[in-house]
């Protein structure tokens, strides 16, 4: 019975089995910088570092949601789903999650933009790509993305031979997409 309880109080005092923040934070960051500067290796290796860097950021969000580096541990996760394993559901999910879990945060815009990029430009959905644009016009109208947003609605399922074209023939006129009455989607 002695050794149980030891362990125990081992265990108690330091913390066995859930390291620091800071620590994870690093070893996130440290397997994110091989993922990203081991360009010649394999796709399915690369992959493979990048999902080690992703397990580590969640950790740290799941052993430690109120410390400070989870927010930024979130958004890092949604971007290497993004950039990284271009996993785009996966992305998707996470700045959905991460606008759950942090909707005050600076990075909120940025989240909720992404997720409807995401859904135009990789995944082709119109209808959802609409929706989160719509949605970030909306809750950030002053933001500095608020024009990209507003222009990506306007182009929302054209080809990027119509939007070329279209932008041509409004520069030539000298007119917005608003302003030349040209209807959106």
């Known amino acids: 019975m002695r050794v149980p309880v030891a362990l125990f109080i081992v265990c108690a005092v330091l913390g066995c089995g859930v390291p620091p923040a800071e620590e994870t934070f690093s070893l996130a960051e440290e397997a994110q910088h091989k993922a990203e500067s081991e360009l010649g290796i394999s796709a399915q290796i690369q992959d493979s570092l990048f999902m080690v860097a992703i397990g580590h950021y969640?950790?740290?969000?799941?052993?430690?949601?109120?410390?400070?580096?989870?927010?930024?541990?979130?958004?890092?996760?949604a971007e290497l789903h993004n950039n990284g394993t271009r996993r785009f559901q996966s992305a998707i999910d996470t700045y959905r999650r991460f606008l759950l879990q942090y909707p005050e945060s600076p990075r909120a815009p940025v989240s909720l933009f992404m997720i409807g990029f995401l859904y135009n430009n990789e995944l082709g959905d119109v209808e959802s790509?609409?929706?989160?644009?719509?949605?970030?016009?909306?809750?950030?109208?002053?933001?500095?993305?608020?024009?990209?947003?507003?222009?990506?609605?306007?182009?929302l399922g054209r080809s990027p031979e119509e939007i070329i074209a279209r932008q041509t023939a409004m520069h030539q006129q000298g007119s917005t997409p608003a302003e030349s009455g040209q209807p959106g989607p």
């Open 129 to 155: 790509a609409g929706a989160s644009y719509r949605e970030f016009l909306e809750r950030y109208p002053d933001h500095e993305l608020a024009a990209s947003a507003s222009g990506e609605l306007d182009n």
């Open 58 to 77: 969640e950790s740290l969000v799941a052993d430690h949601p109120d410390h400070e580096l989870a927010e930024p541990s979130l958004f890092r996760v």
